[in-house]
């Protein structure tokens, strides 16, 4: 199949371009390069473009013969987002609705779209299934949410067969470790820690230790990126037969902060220096997956369910490439 990976030059978006080469599918990126990094999708095209553009968009999908999408052009920061609530509604939820425009215009009917476990914010109930109320804190979730009801509307019609994938903790880094996280600024635990492993922060914060977890620190949970590729390409193929897909994608189990850094230190076998500070506003205590639908519907599993490797591959692309994709070192496709 010919897919348009939107966002295809980011972290998860990269990941994707990689498995769907490998799976014999033909992915063509088209990402602005705000946030993604050119040596990361190595020989897959790039049409370097903004969703926004929606004359540009429908030109590519022509061009290519483009017969689905998977839409990975969002901004993620959580704290940004409170900070520019606006670009995060221009970004995330304006060009969504370029996007769709787009595909009305050319008949591609097939989406799947990289949502967030943030769209439920403060959950009534652990773990978390899909069908609880959402109620986003902060803009970033809101923004998802808002592109989620209108991917559902847009199906009513008969014109969209969608499916909405909703990540707890991304994480790790996929291809044997050749593609991983390179965010600037940086706001992820498990790089964080790696790059306090690696010398290039003084220490790692944790915010509040006195949760009621069995260590005091945040419980989360956090998923393999070349899993979450795989549920992307299983919901694809549903696609064929249904109109609207919506999954929990996690592990469904958590860790804590503690013992992420402990991981982090097992691994590199590096010293890092912890300091503890305050909580934040709005973190909660414990974030699980329910991702029971995914596995049932889709037949989706993990490969990666321990902490562990999950660590162990992204020390794997930070140690290989201490400055992230600013190396210029081009990453082979698959």
Not at 108 to 126: D, H, I, N, W
Not at 165 to 177: D, M
Not at 287 to 296: F, H
């Amino acid at each position: 199949m010919n897919v348009m990976v939107c966002g295809g030059a980011g972290y998860i978006g990269s990941n994707m371009v990689a498995l769907l080469a490998r799976e014999g599918h033909s992915p063509v990126v088209y990402d602005n390069l705000s946030k993604g990094h050119r040596a990361a999708i190595g020989a897959a095209r790039l049409v370097e473009g903004d969703l926004a553009d929606c004359d540009r968009v429908v030109e590519t999908i022509t061009a290519n013969g483009v017969e689905a999408v998977m839409h990975f052009a969002a901004f993620i920061e959580v704290g940004e987002s409170v900070q520019e609530p606006l670009r995060y509604y221009h970004n995330n939820v304006c060009n969504t609705h370029s996007l769709l425009r787009a595909l009305e215009r050319t008949d591609v009917r097939k989406l799947v779209f990289s949502s967030t476990a943030a769209t439920y914010g403060m959950p009534e109930s652990v773990p978390i299934h899909e069908d609880l109320p959402k109620h986003p804190v902060n803009p970033y979730g809101e923004t998802k949410w808002a592109s989620e009801r209108m991917l559902h509307w847009q199906s009513q019609t008969g014109k969209l067969s969608y499916a909405a994938l909703r990540y707890f903790n991304a994480c790790g880094a996929g291809n044997g470790g050749r593609r991983g996280e390179d965010h600037r600024p940086e706001t992820h635990l498990i790089p964080l820690i790696i790059q306090a492993a690696l010398g290039q922060r003084p220490d790692i914060k944790i915010f509040g230790t006195d949760y009621e977890t069995p260590d005091g620190t945040c419980i989360r949970d956090y998923i393999h990126v070349e899993d979450l590729c795989r549920a992307h390409l299983l919901a694809l193929d549903h696609l064929d037969s249904e109109q609207e897909l919506i999954y929990n994608l996690g592990n469904g189990s958590g860790y804590s902060v503690r013992q992420v850094i402990d991981t982090v230190k097992r691994v590199s076998g590096k010293t890092i220096r912890v300091t503890e500070t305050e909580r934040r506003p709005g973190d909660p205590a414990v974030l699980t997956a329910d991702a029971t639908k995914a596995r049932t519907e889709l037949g989706w599993k993990t490969e990666y369910a321990a902490l562990e490797p999950i660590v162990a591959s992204a020390w794997e692309f930070h140690s290989r490439h201490p400055r992230g994709y600013g190396d210029g070192a081009e990453v082979p496709l698959a």
